[in-house]
């Protein structure tokens, strides 16, 4: 007897790009792997127009639209089991945040890669985390998300040391490689690592212009909101968080292949340490909120020592949880975290997690 085909999950996936090199982005790869992973996208919504399953397209009358976007989905493609979210950061996030809404208040589930809605309106997305996949927002595979949730490490007196920024990482170890910056920036950019937006253009010191300024106080705001406070807040937006300005000199003494150069991100709830970083030196930063002190910078970390030969290499993010009162061993994480692979890698685990189905 013939096995019955399985049966497909009806989705709906929003933010595919419509420019650059579809192989990279994380919308397309998404939309190729999506029958593998027991997805049938009913449809594919992207800033200009939407793809439906026969291959048609209708273009949105209004570029960007959201209103409208949602609209023909709706008419379209009814009721999906699952959305998935993939929209570039843009501005505040209120475009990605009317997507999410849409679709959380009538209860059909989100896995989203999108930071900045969390980041910027914490209060209104809160109340749905049991109904949306967020760890694809900060970390990739390594979920450091979800592991410090499940660890409730805001009930406890912790450090946690973070690599959270994949690009940043990538570009610096390509350094020490002897790649040079300007080709590892060039790759990065090539390969989907850094994406074509929000200012992280060609050449290096605005690639890590767009990645600290921006991609970072983002992602410090989705983690603070989803781990540092409760569901009732106080949130945090990345707006609180100042990186201090650094120049294309300062760049290239913190890429000297010499050093072993990492960006980290530190949180703390215990007023009696002392923060990593200060603040003053170029492209770190320094926030007091709450229980907790965020600091953030570049940081030599050689072989041969504790934190340098945990410290993630490449495209790695990564997470180190101290408990300061010692009745917990250390907890070390490191996972691949920029590119449309370890993306949607975890877009897909996120959505297997809500639907309750086996990864």
Known sequence: ????????????????????????????????????????????????????????????KRPGDVRELLSILDAECGKPEMVFEAMPPMERGQKALKCKLHYLEHGIPVSSAEKRAVAFNAPKLVPYLPILGFNAMVGGNSR????????????????????????????????????????????????????????????????????????????????????????SGPFITPDVIKVKKFTARDLRRYTDGK????????????????PRFDGKAPGSF????????????????????????????????????????????PVRLAAAGAGSGPTTDTLFQDAAALLKLPY
């Open 1 to 60: 007897m013939m096995k019955s085909a399985k049966k497909l999950i009806p989705a709906i996936l929003i933010g595919h790009r419509d420019d650059g090199d579809k192989k990279f982005n994380i919308g397309g790869a998404l939309a190729r792997r999506s029958v593998s992973k027991g997805y049938n996208l009913i449809g594919i919504g992207t800033s200009r127009y939407v793809i439906l399953p026969d291959k048609s397209i209708i273009t949105l």
């Open 259 to 274: 050093f072993r150069n990492r960006y980290f991100v530190e949180f703390c709830n215990d007023a009696s340490e002392r």
């Open 144 to 231: 450091v998300l979800s592991e410090s949730r499940e660890r409730r490490i805001r009930h406890e007196k912790v450090k946690v040391l973070m690599v959270i920024n994949g690009t940043v990482n990538f570009d610096l170890t390509e350094v020490q490689d002897c790649h040079g910056l300007a080709n590892a920036c060039a790759t990065a950019r090539t390969l989907g690592y850094a994406e074509p937006d929000d200012g992280k253009g060609d050449g290096p010191h605005k690639q890590f212009g767009g990645e600290i300024y921006g991609d970072v106080p983002s992602k410090v705001a989705v983690y603070y909101n989803l781990v540092c406070v409760g569901e």
């Open 286 to 329: 320094l926030l007091k909120t709450g229980d907790w002190v965020i600091s953030g910078g570049f940081e030599n970390v050689p072989r041969g020592t504790s934190l340098g030969d945990w410290a993630p290499n490449g495209v790695e993010n990564g997470m180190l949880i101290e408990y300061l009162a010692g009745h917990n061993d």
